[in-house]
DNA sequence: CTCATTTAGTACAGAGGTGTTCGAGTTGTA
DNA sequence: TACAACTCGAACACCTCTGTACTAAATGAG
């Protein structure tokens, strides 16, 4: 029922006060940034680093679970508006590209955050919370599907599965300092590119990975 | 499986006092169960478990964590094992096939144990602890590049990344009834083969999985 | 058989976290 | 201005977990 211009409806009932929304937004962007340096950031912590009591957080969160549902919707709210302004047209091959590249990005930045919200929350909901971007990642692979691109012989899931899955090893590997941030896009789209090819067919050279990562679809409303 | 919640035992079979001997195993076989079940399995749990007492416990483990990382030391040692009986001579595309038939197993089996181990135990250990079975995967990886069957231009590293990251992916989706266990070998497998053709090469039809999975390859210690 | 090892059980000490209550002060909003 | 919404801080209650100390009993090994 929250009807916001601002696109993002997270569920912010209006008849509250100005302070009071400020302040919790300001504890969304402690709990992300608190998660973010440490998965286990307690309610203090966070509490602490927004600049409010901690009986003022309990205030508008009533348990620390509800508190980081929220910090990982908003967070996902995100990530779907970045990924949003993604081109996803064009050939399919250099759409995954692109959609890599966006991506990657944002899972590298939260990983930590999705590591709390796995220790907090039950499994499900996190996978609803992800339900639109893996919504974006699919249709794009059915598009490849269609057009002859992507094989058709693996579940559609499983190749969720595995895009989602490189990118969070990778984000893992880079905080091992096992990769270096620049090449991971690269290596993710080459090793998705020949998996996503089907038996039989040649494995397509990665695209040059051209900057032009984004060609807002001219943004609507929201 | 070996020991069951029982009270005190009445056997010895070995020296040193087959008393704590025993119990030592009795506590790392009630871990492992223990953490499989729940991640955050307290010692109390696994000390009840074990059937003994916490303080018997910690009379072998000096603190939890140590316990722990001795619970995935023994799981890691049975999984090499297992992996030791594993041919990975021939095809490297089928030895691929039949090592992931094999890892997947373990990993779907104690994931929850690496979690546990994740929580409480420095990345860098449990890296470590993982060298011999990375070593394994990336020796085949290598004589398959070597044979021209794997791609040249990706990192080791994120080849073995991207084996171990779609097995754990997997048994993600297994614990999440997203995917039956029986069709996950195929699907990884299917991925892998694609994922490490080259670029301009054709990508294998996957092998068919028939269960010939072991067949020591030279005969070593057991 | 005898003794050192090992165990059980209980109790204690401490740390850390969550969630609540209360009264008093502040600040937005009408 | 007036009132309700909001915040603050501290204290409180409660929980769970880790790790230690002590004593009395059992059990294995020589």
Redesign the pocket.
Known sequence: MAREPDGVGAEAPR??????R???EAILDAAVACLTRDPDA????IAAAA??????L???F????ELIDAALVRTLQGADRILETTDTTGDPAEALTRLVASSWQIVHQFRNVLLAAHRELPAERIRGVHDRVVRRIQSLLERGQRGGVFRKDLPKRWMVTTVLSLMHAAAEDVAAARLKVDQVPGLITATLLAAFTAPGAVVPAPAPAHDARSRASSARSA
Chains 1, 2 share one sequence.
Not at 15 to 20: C, F, L, P, S, V
Not at 42 to 45: H, N, Y
Request: glycine share 12%; no cysteine; charged share 30%.
């Open positions: 008849a509250r006060r100005a302070d009071a400020r302040n919790v307690s309610v203090v912590d600049g409010v009591g901690r009986v003022t309990y205030g508008h009533k348990t620390r679970a």
